[in-house]
């Protein structure tokens, strides 16, 4: 489904997002839409143009750029960090001019309004409406174009608390007669030091806020600019877009592989650990596929380019991190349709604010009523209520990239912290996946030989990893084997053809029994093999059993362990696999698994974890073959190994690059870690607000209670946002757990 990225600009608060996410919908065509408030990006997929969307958002009142690639994405890093200085500089000018006044009225050393003394005021006045125009412009420009769309941002209470204080300011010093003596105040100093602290607080922010683009930059930073081609026999470099499909590329010790493709001359060793998270090289030779973005220790080689640009495996590992960072869990979006109503709510208790504090309020109740309504209005900004869940799935994921975990969207970021079951299956996921033949029984009427040419006769048809076990032991043995006909595969139970004229059925115990053959005595030695984690299967020609071939699975050295770590956060581990329940339950005493579900038809699987939900489970899969892609699809949380079928990676919520279990913990704990932030992150932004605004509004001073500066609330709203942003950011302080 086409997709098109945006960078959007004048974007001030959480209510914005709201405005933004309404402006996409709007247009047809358009399936899904991701706003992002704290990278001030949105994605959008159907079948819609750049063109459309982006006018949307235009006539929505925000600015906004298509982001087709890398060099788009750095112009708007470019375009951020000229905003972060702008900002810097906005808070200098202001604070420059708003502090030395306050300190000034802090000394008692303030002229009166009169004589001299105006002529002091009418500069102040010049130099603090100066300060609203070079640092605070784009909160009044930002608040026209909310109100020109019937919306109420950020930009809106800064704007009405500054200008209203500004302009009343200004009424008292050119026109006192009209206000009484007792609130003849000026606040050109509270406007002036407002705007410096909401532009250092931004500042603060947008600082912090880079910080969680960490991840994504890290990745593309693996890409060379550069790659050695090999054209009409001569070698040369090029910038790395210029590469095209099939050519012929040089790869030097010491250098990063360019781009996905075959080896066909040398070898070397590679470092994937960028993609695995293994640290130790892995051995390279001539047919093996390399990576591009991973390092070639030693050793020259020729590679084949097999996939370019977009289509490399890094640069969909790019695509998936940046979808899922801009996506939101269902916390969020609760988040946000708070934050759509907030504004709105505060401008309400502003009005209820001014008007009690004029009708009921002591003497000067105009300085009261401007002093209370314009600390409401600078208070309550939602900045940290839209912030507290995006930057932390920026962080979460970001973090789970960085452990070789590849995390779809942010829902399945929020599933995974609430799994208390996990479903395995065996071949490829418990063990290596790389299945040997162990043992060979002929029956009474056949050797060895004979009955190992008959099973990779049968098994050539076949791409199960035990026929692949099969064939290479035939193989070693120089083996040829005879043509096959008529194969077919019975699903769950093994294969059938014609060899040489005669029918043969290779598979297990239950095959033998659908087609009414019996094993004899066998039967005893498949139960032995069974019980020392081998597969037993059955062969039989021509409606007789010839014999009996075992083959052995090896476990994963670190699966025990890892499933030590999901046992001890309190999960229960369930073993699911369609082979024989001997072996399965073999192995299961090898890793610590004390249930097993064996002998299950791929049909089966998605059933089964279907009951186990039904039990009130929230559950989780893990899988890498064809036949667990029902299953992944049908559990809470799907977990593809990465090392698995691609259509077993894009059934899953979460693909574990690594091969390994300990993916599994660790994208539990990423998840619980990225929660527990963004509970932590809501519930200060809430009690920030909750506490705050009251405060602000003065019901504590009938009770004895202080007022609340003005100046104090701009510094409390500006830090709420530093300290929301600060927070997810320890996130990419945490190591999801202690292992070997």
Known sequence: MPRVRLSIGGMACAGCVGAVEDALKSVPGVVTVSVNFAEHTAETSGDMTAKAVIAAVTAAGYEATELKGAADEEEKAVAEQAHLRALWRQAAVAGAIGFPLMLVGWLGLMPPL?????????????????????????????????????????????????????????????WPALVPESARHLYFEAAAIIIALINLGGALEMRARGKTSEAIKRLIGLTPETARVVRKGREQDVPIELVGLGETLRVRPGEKIPVDGVIIDGGSMVDESMLTGEPMPVSMAVGDEVVGGTLNKRGSFLMQAKHV????????????????????????????????????????????????WFNFGPEPRVSYMLVTTMTVLIIACPCALGLATPIAIMMGVGKAAEQGILIRNGEALQRAGALDTVVLDKTGTVTEGRPALTAVVPGSDFD??????????????????????????ARERDMVWPALEGFAAVEGLGVRGCVEGRAVLFGNARLMADNGIEPGGLVARAEALAFDAQTPMFLAVDGRIAGLLAVSDPVKADSREAIARLQARGIRVVLLTGDNRATAEAVARTVGVDEVIAEVLPGEKA???????????????????????????????????????????????????????????????????????????????????????????GVLYPFGGPLLNPVIAGAAMALSSVTVVSNANRLRFFRPGDRA
């Open 114 to 174: 009169e004589g001299v003394g105006r002529f002091f005021w009418l500069v102040v006045a010049g130099l603090s409406l100066f300060v609203l125009w070079y640092a605070g412009g784009r909160f009044f420009s930002g608040a026209w174009k909310s109100f020109v769309n019937h919306n109420a941002t950020m930009d809106t209470l800064v704007a009405l608390g500054t200008g209203t204080a500004w302009a009343y300011s200004t009424l008292v010093l050119l």
């Open 448 to 473: 060895e030989t004979e009955l190992l040419r008959l099973a990779a006769a049968i098994e050539q048809g076949s791409e199960h990893p035990l026929a692949e076990a099969v064939l290479q032991a």
């Open 309 to 356: 640009g977009a289509d490399t495996v890094l640069a969909r590992i790019v695509e998936r991190v940046r979808q899922a960072q801009n996506s939101k869990p269902a916390i969020g979006r609760l988040a946000d349709r708070i934050a759509s109503v907030f504004v709105p709510t505060v401008l309400i208790i502003a009005v209820l604010t001014c008007l009690v």
């Open 607 to 697: 059933d089964r974890v279907a009951v186990l939900q039904g039990e009130g489970r929230v559950v989780g899969m893990v899988g890498d073959g064809i036949n667990d892609a029902p299953a992944l699809a049908r559990a809470d949380v799907g977990f593809a190994i990465g090392t698995g079928t691609d259509v077993a990676i894009e059934s899953a919520d979460v693909t574990l690059m690594r091969g390994s279990l300990h993916g599994v913990a660790d994208a539990i704990a990423v998840s619980r870690a990225t929660l527990r932030n963004i509970k932590q992150n809501l519930f200060g932004a809430f009690i920030y607000n909750v506490v705050g605004i009251p405060v602000a509004a």
